[in-house]
């Protein structure tokens, strides 16, 4: 007899939770990891999104990915996605990153994949990326603190779909500066 795998308790929560609480939240799985986000897209693509004509991000445009400090999340942005969608005409993304938020919080994983190392944060931006669909596009990053680290090692190890970096108070160590 095989039993179907259950969702954990903490995911089960966590989206009873949003659902209620933050009804412009979305939750995609990347790694395994129930993540949180918000998406906001220029007014213009709204009005054209009502008339049922899906508006994906301009070609020529980046994405702007808005990355948040230690104990912090996603609503540290709460007030800047959609002016800044706005104002520049680029899907705006903000996210809680792993043990934050509204984000599940592993507490077990395999040997040598700690969800919470440096290169395991960049990985898992470019996961989370290619699964909204944004696989190829260039990239703003506005990170704070260590989500300011985490964008350069992004940088680092995916200069090709780097577009730019707004680093706020980022704690660089050598390793997050190339060689």
């Not at 934050?100 to 969800?115: A, S």
């Not at 506005?142 to 090692?153: D, F």
């Not at 992004?154 to 060689?179: M, N, T």
């Amino acid at each position: 007899m095989t039993y179907a795998q259950l969702p954990s308790i903490q995911r089960v929560f966590l989206e009873s939770i949003v659902s209620s609480s933050d009804p412009d939240g979305r939750f995609v799985e990347v790694n395994g990891i129930q993540t949180f986000y918000k998406l906001a897209i220029p007014q213009n693509h709204m009005k054209l999104l009502q008339n049922q004509q899906l508006i994906p991000n301009e070609p020529s445009k980046p994405v702007i990915l808005l990355l948040h400090q230690i104990l912090g999340n996603q609503y540290t942005w709460r007030n800047h996605l959609q002016p800044l969608a706005n104002a520049t005409g680029c899907h705006v993304v903000a996210y809680d990153r792993p043990t934050f938020g509204f984000t599940e919080r592993p507490t077990q994983w395999e040997e040598g994949k700690n969800p919470y190392t440096q290169e395991a944060s960049v990985e898992f931006v470019a996961q989370f990326i290619n699964i909204l669909g944004y696989e190829g596009k260039k990239i703003v990053f506005v990170g704070v603190s260590s989500g300011a680290a985490i964008s350069c090692g992004f940088a680092i190890r995916y200069p090709h779909l780097v577009h730019s970096l707004c680093l706020l108070a980022p704690p660089l160590r050598p390793e997050d500066q190339g060689k």
